[in-house]
């Protein structure tokens, strides 16, 4: 593979997330290294932009590489929180990676997660939020059920996803803990779509370029 000059490194202690930009056969990659290990992303045009593009699904090795740093993470913020929760479902694999983690090292207690449900077409529920998706057409609603809500209430809770993009699925898992009486510890994504201004809070591994698409 050509390798690109754009290369960006991010160091925890001892070990390092790098990316790089490469080239193979017309096919452009961000190769994404988490502590040694490669693992390469397709470039794939969505809207009007050509993003490199992370699906965690089914990528054992791969979640938990990014579960390790991410916990590593978490662990030197010192966050404190009760509970996980996730929309459903790509990134229901990297919460349960995660939690597991921090029930052996950090809460005992830990031995279950909250995860946000999509809401089928004429379905209402007492706790659901609206949101957007750019790789998705149209308004999508995620919930929690009646006894997930009641679980929530008082309690301080991380969120958990695979990627960080225009913020609409974040506003709706905030506005379901809100609704559910319970409080934001924090935010841990793998990555985040390159822009300006992110989440104070926001933990997360890797930039995923972007670029206008060229017609």
């Known amino acids: 593979m050509k390798e690109s000059l754009r290369e960006r490194r991010k160091t925890m202690k001892n070990k390092t997330v790098k990316t790089q930009e490469l080239t193979n056969n017309g096919q452009d990659w961000l190769r994404v290294t988490l502590d040694g290990r490669d693992f390469d992303l397709p470039f794939k045009q969505i809207g009007d932009r050509k993003v490199a593009f992370l699906d965690i699904s089914g990528q054992v090795d791969f979640i938990e590489q990014m579960a390790d740093l991410l916990v590593e993470q978490i662990q030197e913020t010192g966050l404190e929180f009760d509970t996980l929760l996730n929309p459903v479902a790509k990134s229901n694999a990297l919460a349960h990676a995660i939690a597991s983690r921090l029930m052996k ?22 706790v659901e939020a609206d949101y957007k998706s750019v790789t998705t057409n149209g308004s999508q609603t995620l919930y929690l ?24 699925a974040t506003k709706a898992l905030e506005e379901l803990l809100a609704k559910a009486g319970a409080k934001k510890a924090g935010h841990v994504v793998c990555a985040v779509e390159k822009q300006p201004d992110l989440p104070k809070d926001l933990i997360y591994l890797y930039e995923l370029p972007s670029y206008p698409a060229q017609s």
């Open 105 to 126: 090292t950090v809460n005992p207690a830990l031995t279950s997660t909250v995860v946000a449900r999509k809401s089928k077409p004429g379905e209402h529920h007492l």
């Open 145 to 168: 059920t009646d006894e997930e809500a009641k679980s929530l209430q008082g309690r301080s809770v991380l969120l958990v996803d695979d990627v960080y993009g225009a913020g609409g």
